[in-house]
């Protein structure tokens, strides 16, 4: 089975681009999470959804970050404007909805730089 | 408040040397579970193993090796008879399971083991 699959790789922008990361859960997981790792902040939630629904988005460091996800299989994370400051690895990952705590499976992450 | 703490900000070893990785956490809670991953220099995060709080069973996976001890809130890794692939950052992160509904992680700020050859 594939696992999680992000996209783009990698990321080069220019400050006030807008930038939309996606990711592909693994199928037939319920829950899809967006974390950011910095070497200043380590690794931070963003945001979780739950069937398709965000849940906890109280990690979204403002407003010009937003997540969707249109449907079971694709979920997007954009910024705009982006700053040199969101510059991370965003890492995209899922799990099974168990009724307790289940494993995330991590994608492969985005590097995005913003100069 | 949930928290994670990963001492060993670095370690070295040369390789077939043993080494352990420590993990200390901090939760209020009864229930919950703990979480070790991988980040090998490619940078992708690979799931090693879970543990729920209700098992302190060690375990024992080839050349790796897990103690969890609730008493002193740890959850320690082992590497025995280390090698070079297994040069990476290595996170212990903890989630709690109350309500059913939330699994959020919570991760350590990582230990950087480097095997030279």
């Not at chain 2, 995060?45 to 375990?59: K, T």
């Amino acid at each position: 089975d594939a696992g999680v699959i992000q996209s783009p790789r990698h990321e080069v922008t220019e400050m006030g681009q807008e930038v939309t990361l996606r990711c592909k859960p693994i199928s037939g997981h319920d829950y899809l999470f967006w974390y950011r790792q910095t070497m200043m902040r380590g690794l931070e939630l963003l945001i979780y959804f739950n069937n398709n629904v965000p849940i906890d988005d109280s990690g979204m460091p403002e407003d010009r970050f937003s997540a969707k996800m249109p449907n079971a299989s694709f979920s997007t994370l954009k910024i705009q404007p982006s700053e040199p400051r969101d510059s991370a690895v965003y890492f995209c990952a899922s799990s099974l909805a168990s009724g307790k705590t289940d494993t995330q499976y991590f994608g492969p992450g985005t590097r995005l730089t913003v100069l | 408040a949930q928290k994670v703490t990963q001492a060993q900000t670095e370690i070295s070893v040369v390789e077939k040397e043993d080494v352990t990785l420590d993990c200390v956490y901090e939760t209020r809670d009864t229930t919950y579970y703990l979480f070790w991953y991988k980040q090998p220099p490619s940078g992708e995060l690979v799931f090693l193993i879970r543990r729920n709080s209700f098992d302190e069973q060690n375990e024992i996976s080839g050349r790796y090796s897990w103690n969890f001890q609730k008493s002193t809130s740890s959850f320690n890794f082992t590497i025995t008879a280390s090698q070079v692939v297994d040069s990476a950052v290595y996170f212990c992160a903890l989630s709690e399971a109350y309500g059913g509904a939330t699994n959020k992680l919570i991760f350590g700020t990582g230990t950087l083991l480097a095997v030279q050859p």
